[in-house]
């Protein structure tokens, strides 16, 4: 017979049974009372522990335990990457980026999202359910395939940078803007009202929304094709080992191609922030510092899909740059 301190005693089968009924079935942990009528007393996990000889429910009652701790300590949250059974803690609860240790996730703590600065949580969070609810009879705004501006082609876009080249004419332009490659000021990202539109009348609002959806969309569908890029690089580098080259030596590629999906990842969420920002909210310096970056991102990006031999003083300065405008943007902002 076993009992807590309240004094019901009971065997230890029908302990068992009543345990394996409120973990496996009921999905409780921490609430679990004793076994006797209106009694409030809570089964302790050291009682619990020696009572189960069932390592399946000695399992699952240790992750609920894991969960409860989780879910009730606003310092922990679990990591939500793929096959990752890890929680993490933090210090402060101001850290918001975080990146797990086990599998190297980058997400943010506060929502378990995807990094996603500038925009805070609540905006990814409505932008999230707006795009559910209305990106679908939208999604064909914002396709892999264009049209060539000059003649016509379709142009399918394979890698992550926004400058193209049609193969039919050599005509080259810009993917987001379809404007000449040759703009030095990447600032087809500005929002720009149609004139003489009611800005509050359900065109306007629609009109706004697919600007910056298909932007969005845009470098999201570029922040994927990145993969692609990463695994060139490292073939890249590969490649250089075995003609002799130091591993050491060429740590600047891989260091520079995640430097430009992290960039890719930020431009995304800053159409995201820009959808958001008030009307009432001078534009400018915003616009100024996502196109600054819009265009040190594509001159990377460049850089890095070029054919051949890979500049290395070329490679690095231009991460730098792109690293630099990250932060500009983030402090301007």
């Not at 534009?283 to 040190?296: A, K, V």
């Not at 850089?303 to 490679?315: N, P, R, T, V």
Request: proline share 2%; glycine share 6%.
């Amino acid at each position: 017979m076993t009992c807590l301190p309240c004094g019901h005693n009971f065997c230890q089968d029908c302990w068992r049974d009543y345990l394996n009924v409120k973990i496996m079935s009921d999905g409780k942990a921490k609430s679990i009372t004793c076994p006797a009528r209106d009694c409030i007393m809570l089964v302790d996990e050291v009682t619990i522990s020696k009572l189960l000889n069932d390592e399946t429910i000695l399992k699952r009652y240790q992750m609920l335990v894991a969960e409860a701790y989780v879910f009730d300590n606003s310092n922990v949250r679990w990591c939500p990457g793929k096959n990752c059974d890890r929680a993490i803690r933090v210090r402060l609860l101001r850290d918001k980026e975080i990146r797990c240790t086990h599998c190297s996730t980058r997400f943010c703590f506060s929502c378990g999202d995807e990094p996603h600065a500038p925009t805070d949580c609540k905006m990814v969070k409505e932008w999230r359910q707006k795009t559910s609810t209305e990106g679908e009879n939208a999604e064909w705004m914002a396709k892999f395939t264009k049209d060539c501006p000059k003649c016509g082609y379709l142009i399918h876009k394979e890698g992550g940078c926004q400058y193209m080249n049609c193969t039919n004419c050599s005509h080259k332009f810009c993917w987001v803007c379809l404007g000449n490659f040759d703009h030095k000021a990447h600032n087809c990202g500005a929002y720009k009202e149609e004139a003489g539109a009611d800005r509050n009348s359900k065109r306007a609002q629609l009109h706004k929304y697919m600007h910056f959806l298909t932007r969005y969309q845009v470098h999201q569908q570029s922040s994927q094709l990145e993969d692609r890029l990463m695994a060139a690089a490292e073939r890249y580098m590969e490649q250089e080992v075995d003609k002799g080259v130091a591993w050491i030596d060429l740590q600047h590629i891989k260091e520079a191609t995640v430097q430009l999906t992290e960039a890719r990842n930020m431009l995304k969420w800053t159409y995201v922030y820009g959808y958001y920002l008030p009307p009432a909210v001078n534009r400018e310096i915003f616009e100024y510092l996502q196109s600054d970056l819009e265009g040190q991102t594509e001159r990377l990006s460049g850089i890095l899909e070029a054919k051949g031999d890979k500049d290395k003083s070329k490679i690095i300065s231009a991460a730098q740059q792109v690293k630099a405008r990250v932060k500009n943007l983030l402090e301007g902002l």
